[in-house]
């Protein structure tokens, strides 16, 4: 899935997450708070890797809830990308890491974590033109 983020969308997101009770909100809270994440940015996150679909996979091959690629997933832990549990657990860690990797930056973690932190060095570096 194709994501763009921007920081009037993160808003939106985050006020329409806290009006709606969200499937797998205890999860997702459990996870996000594990790691120190806003749990409002992962059912974002969520939402736009997944709409909160636990089986769906992409043509490039991630899967689950936080769209888990297989290497990525086994870095992490994941056994099952499917089980919404092992997949929130391994996405918000990944997520963290991916915000860590780029100071803090959220919206570049989040560009990184969909399209690839090597990915996303490389445009920063310009020697990648082209964002999807």
Request: net charge positive.
């Amino acid at each position: 899935m194709k994501m763009k983020f921007t920081i009037s969308a993160l808003i939106v997101l985050s006020i329409e997450a806290q009006a709606l009770n969200l499937p797998y909100d205890n999860i997702v809270q459990n996870h996000s708070g594990a790691f120190g994440l806003d749990p409002v940015l992962v059912h974002a996150l969520i939402q736009q890797e997944s709409g909160h679909n636990p089986n769906i996979c992409s043509p490039v091959g991630a899967c689950g809830l936080m769209q888990l690629m297989p290497g990525t997933a086994t870095d992490l832990s994941v056994y099952n990308r499917q089980d919404p549990n092992q997949n929130v657990r391994g996405g918000t860690r990944y997520l963290k890491q991916m915000i860590g990797s780029f100071s803090g930056n959220v919206v570049n973690a989040l560009r990184a974590y969909n399209w690839g932190i090597g990915n996303m060095k490389a445009y920063l570096k310009g020697t990648k033109r082209v964002m999807p």
